[in-house]
Every structure is written in structure tokens, then in C-alpha cells.
């Protein structure tokens, strides 16, 4: 959430600090094209979903959802990514797709490079209901390690080595799945 902390203002109220953001500002998926609050579902920090996963933060959202890193109560060391969908969406191509990969069982090398579904469940927001989805949860990606590395350039082992990962799961896909990424990382 550190995107916003720049709108984020500070204010007084009854002797203890409060944090808010500007009403008039747009933060997140409220700057998407077509976006619409009754689409998405309120998740709160601290929200407990299915008994089990706890919200600590935003990760992440889009057009058709919103990501929450959660605490998974049922294993105390565990924190999954939360995938919260819009309730208007007409069609659900990630799920089944993830359902068929989970279901092959393989050798491959790229198999283990792709993020594992570990669940998934509908809620009742209130404006309708919205499939969401249980991921791993990962790590930073590319472009926040090399702000971290001196220059902000990598290694040409590092770039070698990340490509190849990359390459090994998307011939996991193509050549044993039969699934396409379409879509941008």
C-alpha cells in the first residue's frame, strides 16, 4: 500500500492519531477504467475468510479483482495471496485452468516454477457473490529487487537464470498442460 502513502494524510481526532485518505481522491482499482465500488468486495484488514485466512494487507488489484496477503490460521506459518473477483464478472477462465494444472501430475522441470492454487470458495458481498481464489504467496518481483541492487542492474547470471525458469514454465504449460499465457506477468 506504500503507492498511496503520498494521499495518505495524518490528522488529529480525540487526542489519538487517525490515518485517512482524501474522500475526493481516487486510490487503487478506484483509478480503473469503468470502476464501480458495488463490483468489488470490502475487504477489510483483519477480515477472517472461511474461518481461515486472515487479512494483514492490499498486494495488489486490477479491473476484476482485488489481492490480499492473508495469514492462514489453520497453519500458523503460512501466508497466502487472497484473489477477491468483481461480482459482475461473466466469465471465470482462471480457475478451471488452474484446476487442470493442479490435476497433472508430471516431472517437468517448469512444473515447479508455477504458483500453486491451494483453494478456492465464493462469498456474499452486498451487491452479489465473488469467486475468489487462494494462491501462494510470493515474493517481490523483478522490478522491486532491482531497486534494491546497486546501479539497478543485474547480473547477466541473474537475468540468465530468471529467463530460464520463465522459459521452463511456459513450455510446462504449452507442452504438457496445452494451456497458452496469454496475459502480461
Known sequence: ???????????????????????SLAVEEETVRGYKAEHYY???????????????????????????????????KQYVALKVYINCSRMHRELPIYTHINNIHSQHGG??????????????????????????????????LRDLVPGREFTSDLVRESLRDILRALHFLREEAHVIHTGLP
Open 1 to 23: 500500500m506504500t503507492r498511496i502513502a503520498s494521499r495518505v494524510s495524518t490528522r488529529m481526532a480525540h487526542s489519538s492519531a487517525s490515518v485517512g485518505i482524501e474522500p
Open 42 to 76: 470490502p475487504v477489510q484488514i483483519g477480515h477472517v475468510f472461511q474461518d481461515r485466512y486472515r487479512v494483514i494487507g492490499k498486494l495488489g488489484y486490477g479491473s476484476a479483482s482485488t489481492v490480499w496477503l492473508c495469514h492462514d490460521l489453520r497453519d500458523g
Open 111 to 144: 512444473r515447479m516454477n508455477l504458483r500453486r492454487l491451494l483453494d478456492s470458495f465464493e462469498i456474499n458481498g452486498p451487491n452479489g457473490k465473488h469467486p475468489c481464489l487462494v494462491h501462494e504467496a510470493l515474493g517481490m518481483n523483478l522490478e522491486e
